[in-house]
């Protein structure tokens, strides 16, 4: 499989270098080699070279098989000397100035020999902090450093920055990555502006847990070996928003439940607002402390619950359950018309996502309503499998996406093809994958062709990346798309994902944007969003607040009404909620993979 049918998530130890990672994710390394590839051999140089704050100059040997010429990132401070040599045996001359500011600072130097790829090495020198040493560099800030510099989509613009290696992991939105990528100004396609939100936000993501376990591989007919989590105390919150009420009160509105949940269990659906929790009703102050025992609870927690504008409650105890993505795959009823709600693109549930495809092929279902209004992507190569699940037969042998890297390794495309295992396109001057119609880890999704002749997408601001893929990679190859709700996210970039355990007692997950993803007619998704063929607001309901999902709801009413099954006639918006506001955005309970991620499948044991 090509690199970008799988995901690249590297695993090192705390005593792992990071060239180590990237050899394991990429198959072969980009900077060092004695290999007759690039035509530089038994080269002195280090992957990254520490130089101190105080500089110098610095002599590296090799062997060039042909003329050669070298260049530095940032000339300013780090000077090539001998630019230039013939072939045979060559002595590298760099000097460093001093560097007087207090953040360390970090280039590239390439050494290219006619007729051969380019290699590289970094060159870190640090800064001073009075004591001529620089500052203390952390772990996992060189890790990711390096990957940076190297995989994102920006590395050139990200090499010139003065990086502070010494800042400490706070949170996801206070660490190295963060403050970084955030200072940067041409990364648009990472760094993007929210009215909602009201500021700018990042796609790539560090995220520092503690180590988890991990459930036995999935036993079914996709055999790429990724792992579902193990089971989590839950009472059934998958997806939801906190609720205003205007005076000081505040609600929890769970806007997904897991199926055969307590909540589920106890009749709680979409919509449902939760005013009380034993007895008493959240406010201001305490709503956080109140609502996070009832979404992330513990093993056997019991929880007395009343409804919104309801005087009787009911009991409900935590159990361990499945966070499935995959919330409801069924067949309307009086219709033929399947439909499925899914939260997130997640290989681990990929044999449950083909069982409840081929549920719907065995009852003849004519059209498919898909339901990703809350889904912000996931593994690209369930994003193809389920397209390809779609779009059928029309998608052998076609492109389901082009991709674009950095300039560097676009530059160098056959070095990067041999490190993706992945197909060039001379024409295009861009890589691709195809829709996996024949095979995908032991599955011929033939079996599971639907045969349909059209698709209707239910989507939202919440619907973004991958999902976003499924829908521009269909339309690309003429499959008709149609889209019901409001505008997209707009993420038209993905990344990979590296993860490093046991540094200083945490494990990392870090996900830098390192490629852009196109149609097979080369059209990326707007970063503005995609519109929706029909805009529909899914609280246009009698009470004026969300319905529960079915052919009631307003965006399912209206996919039913365009596929020919029901009338056009709806209830007017009420103001029974009048007064009722969302506090917030909508928020998953449960972690669920985002983006449009490639990784690495694990292996069986």
Known sequence: MGHLDVFVRVKVSVMTTLMLLLSVACGEDKTTTTSGGTGIVDASWEQTEEISASGGEREFTFTSRTAWSATSNNPEWCEILT???QKGKATLRVEVA??????????????TAEGFPSVSFKIRQNADDGTGTGGEVLEINRNVDEVLAYYYLWNKDYQELDRDLSLPYVSISDNFV?????????NTLDKKYRESYGGYTLYSY?????TTSRAPATRGEVSHGIRKGSPIPSIGIAQFAYVSFGNGEIGLCPLSVFPDSPLDQAGFRRGDIIYKVNGKVPTESNYISVFSKLIYPSEGAKFTLTKHQETESVSVTAVSLDPTPLIRAEVLEGTQ???????SFDAAYDNDLLDAIKRLKEAGITDLILDLRNNGGGHVMTSNMLSTCIGGSRCQNRVYQYYRYNDDRMADWKQTSQELGTSYDQEAQLFYERFYYSGYYGARLSDYDLNLNRLFVLVSGNTASASEAVINSLRGIDVPVTLIGSKTNGKNVGMNVFSWSNIDGFDYEFAPISFQGYNAKRETVNPKGIDPDHAVDERATATGWYADYGPEEPLVHKALELIGVVDASRTTRGTQCAGMQLKGSVQQAVAHPQGMLCTEPVSEE
């Open 83 to 85: 630019g230039t040599g």
């Open 98 to 111: 001093p560097n007087t500011t207090t953040a360390i600072r970090t280039t590239l130097v390439r050494i």
């Open 178 to 186: 963060y403050h970084t990528l955030m200072k940067m100004t041409t």
């Open 206 to 210: 560090l995220v520092q847990t503690p």
């Open 337 to 343: 018309v399947g439909y499925i709600i899914y939260e």
